[in-house]
């Protein structure tokens, strides 16, 4: 198992900033890829972005791209997103998830969530 710890999510105004830390423990070893999800009241979870732990190759939705960054810190198991131009519309409780090697097409580990409000 992974075990994921999400911080650093709060109130925040538009346009202002924001980074979030992800921290994973346990079979950190089987890492494949770190990803962010979130989900607004009443919405479905969504992917936001993501990034692979070997290669580094990292993937963003549209409403995100050029306003969000994601990193990994391998030796802190640790990966984070750094949000910027931050919009009402990000509101939302950001979620970090884990893919192991062993199972590449789900995300199997998840944390349990931060809560990012940006206000107009």
């Known amino acids: 198992q992974v075990q994921l710890v999400e911080s650093g999510g709060r109130l925040v105004q538009a346009g202002e900033s924001l980074r979030l830390s992800c921290a994973a423990s346990g079979r950190t070893f089987s890492i494949y890829r770190m990803g962010w999800f979130r989900q607004a009241p009443g919405k479905e979870r969504e992917f936001v972005a993501a990034?692979?732990?070997?290669?580094?190759?990292?993937y963003y939705t549209d409403s995100v791209k050029g306003r969000f960054t994601i990193s990994r810190d391998n030796a802190k198991n640790t990966v984070y997103l750094q949000m910027n131009s931050l919009r009402p519309e990000d509101t939302a409780v950001y979620y970090c998830?884990?893919?192991?090697?062993?199972?590449?097409?789900?995300?199997?580990?998840w944390g349990q969530g931060t809560q990012v409000t940006v206000s107009s």
């Open positions: 998830a884990v893919r192991e090697t062993r199972n590449r097409n789900e995300y199997p580990y």
């Open positions: 990034v692979n732990w070997s290669g580094g190759s990292t």
